[in-house]
């Protein structure tokens, strides 16, 4: 079961590649071993460094699912996701991950994001973006105004 839908999403990966819509990615998301969405990368496409197909994935699963979070779903993805995308994967807590090319393969294929795991262990302001804290007087407001909120959505 989990090799076919696997199969699913490098078929995805592929397609990607042949048709033009973006990096060689794929991803699917299942839920109740029932195919929820597929999407393939379609950064070159949509001309949005975001749209990294797990990102694209958990995007159309959530508003099909009419949910900010999956938890009871499961992605398949042809490749280890990136930081972004693994970090998008816990936001929406996902229930696992399985994926085919590891990032050293992915690496290797000329999609190194080793500077990005580099880069979090930098502090903000000598990170190659340089990330500039200013404190302004009323920085924490939204944070305060969201403690004091009796009808917020927590997540």
């Not at 995308?85 to 229930?95: E, M, S, T, V």
Request: glycine residues 4%; contains cysteine; proline residues 5%.
């Amino acid at each position: 079961m989990h090799e076919h839908f696997l199969q699913q999403a490098i078929a995805l990966a592929a397609d990607n590649v042949t048709s033009g819509q973006g990096g060689p990615y794929g991803a699917v998301i299942v839920k109740n071993n029932q195919l929820i969405v597929a999407s393939g990368n379609k950064v070159t496409s949509t001309l949005d460094p975001t749209a990294h197909a797990e990102i694209s994935a958990i995007r159309l699963a959530c508003i099909k699912l009419n949910d900010f979070q999956l938890h009871d779903c499961i992605l398949y993805t042809s490749c280890e996701p990136c930081p972004m995308c693994l970090g998008a994967i816990y936001w929406a807590r996902l229930a696992k991950v399985y994926y085919a090319c590891s990032r050293f393969d992915a690496a290797a294929a000329h999609f190194d994001d080793s500077f990005i795991y580099d880069e979090i262990l930098v502090p903000p302001s000598e990170r190659r973006i340089a990330m500039l804290h200013l404190n302004l007087p009323n920085g924490l407001q939204p944070f305060q105004l969201w403690a004091e909120k009796s009808d917020k959505v927590v997540y």
